[in-house]
C-alpha cells in the first residue's frame, strides 16, 4: 500500500488545484501566492540542507574506492577510483554527476540453486535514472522561455532539437516523452523488483508519482486542452511573477493551475526529501575527498589530547604490583629501609 498512499495524495492535490481554481479570488492564490511561498522553501531548505552538511566534520578520508591508490611508483595508480590530487577528485566527480559512472558500474545479486549466488550486469537502472534525469533537466530548461523576454536563441535550438521528430501540430517534444517513459520505469522497477520493493518506502515512490502528474498534466495542457488555456496570459503572469509584477488576466485554465500547484509542492517538499541528492552529491565524502591515507595523517580533532606514556614510566608507577604479581621489571625495586 506504500505506493497507494502515493496515487491518493497526488489525486487529492489535483482535486484541490481543480476545485479552488473555480473559486472567485483564488487563482490568485494558486497562481501567485503559492509560487512565491513554494520557492522561498525551497530555497531556504536547499541552503539549509547544504550549509549543515558542509559543517559536518569529516576528519578521515572515507572515500569509497574500487581501483589500486597511489603507492610506488612502479604499481598503476587508477586515478579516477582512487583519486590522489584534487584534479582527479574533480575528474571523478565530473563523470559522476554528468554520466552516473557508479551507477554504470552496478551489479545486482541473484541467488540460485545449490545455493550459489551470482553478480550480473544492472546496466538498465544506469540507463532508465540517464534518460529520466536528462528528459526532466531539459524540461526545465525548455520552461525558461515562459520567464524570459525575449526567449534567448540557444533556447530556441534546445527546442528544435528537442522536437525534431515532429509528429502533428503541435509539436511532440522529445523529452516529454522519455520523462513519462522514465517515471514509469522507474516506478515499475520498484514493484517488479523485489529485492527493491522491500527497501522502497513511501518517499521513493511519491516524487516519482509527483513528478509523473507534473510531466502527464503539462502534456496534456500542450496536446489535448490546449483550447483551454491562454498561452498569453500564462506568460504574462510567469514573467510577472519574475518581476514581481505578477498579474492574471483573463480565464487560464484549470489544467494550468493543476499544474502549477504540483509544481509548488514539489518544489517546496524537495529540500525535504531525497531529491537532495542533486545537493547532495558534491558534499559526499565517499566521492569528494583524496585518498592520500599514506602520505598524510589524519587526526580527529574532537578527540582529547593524550599524554605520551613510556613503558619506562609505566613500570615506574606500577613497578611494585608488577612484582607481587610475579610479572618480569627491567629494574628491580628499591630495598626496604624498614625491613632492612
Same mark, same amino acid.
Given at each position: 500500500?506504500?505506493?497507494?498512499?502515493?496515487?491518493?495524495?497526488?489525486?487529492?492535490?489535483?482535486?484541490?488545484?481543480?476545485?479552488?481554481? !473555480?473559486?472567485?479570488?483564488?487563482?490568485?492564490?494558486?497562481?501567485?501566492?503559492?509560487?512565491?511561498?513554494?520557492?522561498?522553501?525551497?530555497?531556504?531548505?536547499?541552503?539549509?540542507?547544504?550549509?549543515?552538511?558542509?559543517?559536518?566534520?569529516?576528519?578521515?578520508?572515507?572515500?569509497?574506492? %574500487?581501483? !589500486?591508490?597511489?603507492?610506488?611508483?612502479?604499481?598503476?595508480?587508477?586515478?579516477?577510483?582512487?583519486? $590522489?590530487?584534487?584534479?582527479?577528485?574533480?575528474?571523478?566527480?565530473? =563523470?559522476?554527476?554528468?554520466?552516473?559512472?557508479?551507477?554504470?558500474? *552496478?551489479?545486482?545479486? #541473484?541467488?540460485?540453486?545449490?545455493?550459489?549466488?551470482?553478480?550480473?550486469?544492472?546496466?538498465?537502472?544506469? =540507463?532508465?535514472? @540517464?534518460?529520466?534525469?536528462?528528459?526532466?533537466?531539459?524540461?526545465?530548461?525548455?520552461?525558461?522561455? @515562459?520567464?524570459?523576454?525575449?526567449?534567448?536563441?540557444?533556447?530556441?535550438?534546445?527546442?528544435?532539437?528537442?522536437?525534431?521528430?515532429?509528429?502533428?501540430?503541435?509539436?511532440?517534444?522529445?523529452?516529454?516523452?522519455?520523462?513519462?517513459?522514465? %517515471?514509469?520505469?522507474?516506478?515499475?522497477?520498484?514493484?517488479? *523488483?523485489?529485492?527493491?520493493?522491500?527497501?522502497?518506502?513511501?518517499?521513493?515512490?511519491?516524487?516519482?508519482? @509527483?513528478?509523473?502528474?507534473?510531466?502527464?498534466?503539462?502534456?496534456?495542457?500542450?496536446? &489535448?486542452?490546449?483550447?483551454?488555456?491562454?498561452?498569453?496570459?500564462?506568460?504574462? =503572469?510567469?514573467?510577472?511573477?519574475?518581476?514581481?509584477?505578477?498579474?492574471?488576466?483573463? #480565464?487560464?485554465?484549470?489544467?494550468?493551475?493543476?499544474? &502549477?500547484?504540483?509544481? %509548488?509542492?514539489?518544489?517546496?517538499?524537495?529540500?525535504?526529501?531525497? +531529491?537532495?541528492?542533486?545537493?547532495?552529491?558534491?558534499?559526499?565524502?565517499?566521492? $569528494?575527498?583524496? $585518498? *592520500?591515507?599514506?602520505?598524510?595523517?589524519?587526526?580527529?580533532?574532537? *578527540?582529547?589530547?593524550?599524554?605520551?606514556?613510556?613503558?619506562?614510566?609505566?613500570?615506574?608507577?606500577?613497578?611494585?604490583?608488577?612484582?607481587?604479581?610475579?610479572?618480569?621489571?627491567?629494574?628491580? +625495586?628499591?630495598?626496604?629501609?624498614?625491613?632492612?
Amino acid at each position: 500500500m506504500k505506493y497507494a498512499f502515493s496515487f491518493l495524495a497526488v489525486i487529492a492535490m489535483v482535486l484541490i488545484a481543480w476545485l479552488g481554481s !473555480q473559486i472567485p479570488g483564488m487563482p490568485y492564490l494558486f497562481g501567485v501566492a503559492l509560487p512565491y511561498l513554494a520557492l522561498l522553501i525551497f530555497l531556504g531548505g536547499f541552503i539549509y540542507r547544504v550549509v549543515q552538511w558542509a559543517k559536518s566534520p569529516v576528519p578521515f578520508p572515507i572515500q569509497t574506492t %574500487c581501483g !589500486q591508490g597511489k603507492s610506488l611508483d612502479f604499481i598503476k595508480h587508477n586515478r579516477l577510483e582512487a583519486p $590522489n590530487t584534487t584534479a582527479e577528485v574533480v575528474a571523478r566527480m565530473f =563523470l559522476e554527476v554528468v554520466t552516473f559512472r557508479s551507477l554504470f558500474r *552496478n551489479t545486482k545479486s #541473484e541467488i540460485y540453486s545449490g545455493p550459489h549466488i551470482t553478480y550480473e550486469s544492472s546496466k538498465w537502472l544506469w =540507463l532508465f535514472a @540517464l534518460i529520466f534525469h536528462y528528459s526532466f533537466l531539459a524540461v526545465v530548461v525548455r520552461h525558461l522561455r @515562459l520567464f524570459l523576454d525575449p526567449v534567448p536563441v540557444w533556447l530556441t535550438w534546445l527546442e528544435f532539437l528537442d522536437g525534431i521528430f515532429q509528429v502533428g501540430a503541435p509539436g511532440w517534444y522529445i523529452t516529454d516523452v522519455t520523462l513519462i517513459l522514465g %517515471c514509469v520505469l522507474l516506478f515499475s522497477r520498484r514493484l517488479v *523488483n523485489r529485492h527493491t520493493r522491500v527497501i522502497s518506502l513511501m518517499t521513493d515512490y511519491f516524487p516519482l508519482v @509527483l513528478i509523473f502528474a507534473i510531466a502527464f498534466s503539462g502534456v496534456l495542457m500542450r496536446y &489535448l486542452f490546449r483550447s483551454d488555456i491562454d498561452i498569453v496570459n500564462i506568460k504574462q =503572469l510567469t514573467v510577472g511573477l519574475v518581476t514581481f509584477s505578477p498579474t492574471i488576466g483573463a #480565464e487560464i485554465g484549470a489544467i494550468f493551475y493543476i499544474h &502549477l500547484f504540483l509544481v %509548488c509542492v514539489l518544489l517546496a517538499y524537495f529540500p525535504f526529501s531525497k +531529491l537532495m541528492h542533486l545537493g547532495g552529491v558534491f558534499l559526499s565524502p565517499t566521492r $569528494n575527498l583524496r $585518498n *592520500n591515507s599514506r602520505a598524510v595523517r589524519h587526526i580527529n580533532p574532537w *578527540n582529547p589530547p593524550i599524554t605520551p606514556h613510556s613503558y619506562a614510566g609505566y613500570e615506574d608507577e606500577f613497578r611494585t604490583f608488577m612484582v607481587d604479581a610475579g610479572i618480569p621489571v627491567e629494574k628491580e +625495586l628499591a630495598p626496604d629501609k624498614d625491613a632492612a
